[in-house]
T-cell receptor, first 113, second 116 residues
Framework: ELKVEQNPLFLSMQEGKNYTIYCNYSTTSDRLYWYRQDPGKSLESLFVLLSNGAVKQEGRLMASLDTKARLSTLHITAAVHDLSATYFCAVPRAPGTASKLTFGTGTRLQVTL | GAVVSQHPSRVICKSGTSVKIECRSLDFQATTMFWYRQFPKQSLMLMATSNEGSKATYEQGVEKDKFLINHASLTLSTLTVTSAHPEDSSFYIC????????????FGQGTRLTVV
């Protein structure tokens, strides 16, 4: 059974600081997704990582995927308050598709002024 | 990106009644859609896979008679929560993937169901 774990579960950080969120998964997968969720809202797609070694950056967020280690990271550079949200990674149960996602536990990020 | 529209965004119903939630793919056809449930401060859990023209497949522990899924067209899937109880109160989110491009799933806005 596929298990997806994130750490930390909660992260409080000051504006301007850097930090990394980790996502580990238990079975082989060729892809991984990162989403952002604001309170009371649905998911916003952040990154689609489709191969080993994939690295994508958008603004202050950068995501990477190591399929051999079954590990993805979401790095936050010089955090700002607007990044406060819950971040989820997700892995598809079947390789090669975006079907039947198993979500990580989520990391609630709070950026303080 | 492709757009998935979910309706209603929030609903309050009395115990014992049924509630229908719609999920539409607005600018693409989706033979497969997915229904997830999220309890407060928890992650999303897949409930079922909705297949156009055939029966839905349910995850272990999800009662198919309680959560009725109908995928009658290539752009619409509905989830009906029958005989709702307070423990069914949750955030329900649908997603769809484009058939010709399986790299990404697109999510609806979610439906906040409160059963009183």
């Amino acid at each position: 059974e596929l298990k997806v774990e994130q750490n930390p579960l909660f992260l409080s950080m000051q504006e301007g600081k850097n930090y990394t969120i980790y996502c580990n998964y238990s079975t082989t997968s060729d892809r991984l997704y990162w989403y952002r969720q604001d309170p009371g809202k649905s998911l916003e797609s952040l990154f689609v990582l489709l191969s080993n070694g994939a690295v994508k950056q958008e603004g202050r967020l950068m995501a990477s995927l190591d399929t051999k280690a079954r590990l993805s990271t979401l790095h936050i550079t010089a955090a700002v308050h607007d990044l406060s949200a819950t971040y989820f990674c997700a892995v598809p149960r079947a390789p090669g598709t975006a079907s039947k996602l198993t979500f990580g536990t989520g990391t609630r990020l709070q950026v303080t002024l | 990106g492709a757009v998935v529209s979910q309706h209603p965004s929030r609903v309050i119903c009395k115990s014992g009644t049924s509630v229908k939630i719609e999920c539409r793919s607005l600018d693409f056809q989706a033979t497969t859609m997915f229904w997830y449930r999220q309890f407060p401060k928890q992650s999303l859990m897949l409930m079922a896979t909705s297949n156009e023209g055939s029966k839905a497949t349910y995850e272990q522990g999800v009662e198919k008679d309680k959560f009725l899924i109908n995928h009658a067209s290539l752009t619409l899937s509905t989830l009906t929560v029958t005989s709702a109880h307070p423990e069914d109160s949750s955030f329900y989110i649908c997603s769809a993937r484009t058939d010709g491009r399986h790299t990404e799933a697109f999510f609806g806005q979610g439906t906040r169901l409160t059963v009183v």
